[in-house]
C-alpha cells in the first residue's frame, strides 16, 4: 500500500496536483497487515469509516451505518413538516409532492454512491 501510494503520489505531483496530509485517512479492508503508511515522512490515520459524497463507508464495506443515518435524517426532516402533514387546507396529492422533494431525496441522497 505504501508503493502504491507513493506512485500516486508522484504521479500527482507531476501534474501539479498535491494529496493533503491533513485531509487523507487510510481504511483498512480485508487484511491483517497494521504497517503504517506515511506521506513524505508523515504518517497518515487509520480509521475504522469515513463520509465520502455523503455515505458512510465503513471497514466493512456495509450500508448499515450509512442506512441508519439516511433514515434518521429523513426522519428528521418529515418531522420537520408537521404542520403540513397535519394540514386540512392540502390535498392529499400535494402532501406527496412535498413528501417526495423534501423527504425521499434525504432518504435517498448518495444511495448510487
Known amino acids: 500500500m505504501q508503493e502504491k501510494l507513493t506512485g500516486v503520489a508522484a504521479a500527482s505531483e507531476a501534474v501539479g496536483l498535491n494529496i493533503h496530509k491533513g485531509k487523507s ?4 479492508y480485508n487484511t491483517t497487515c497494521n504497517n503504517g503508511i506515511t506521506l513524505d515522512g508523515d504518517a497518515l490515520k487509520d480509521v475504522k469509516s469515513f463520509t465520502y459524497l455523503g455515505s458512510i463507508i465503513d ?10 443515518v439516511r433514515i434518521g435524517k429523513a426522519g428528521a426532516a418529515f418531522l420537520q413538516l408537521k404542520d403540513i402533514w397535519n394540514s386540512k387546507q392540502l390535498s392529499t396529492n400535494t402532501k406527496v409532492i412535498i413528501f417526495n422533494t423534501n423527504v425521499k431525496i434525504v432518504l435517498l441522497y448518495g444511495a448510487e454512491t
Open 25 to 28: 485517512r487510510i481504511l483498512r
Open 59 to 68: 471497514e466493512h464495506f456495509g450500508s448499515d451505518a450509512d442506512m441508519k
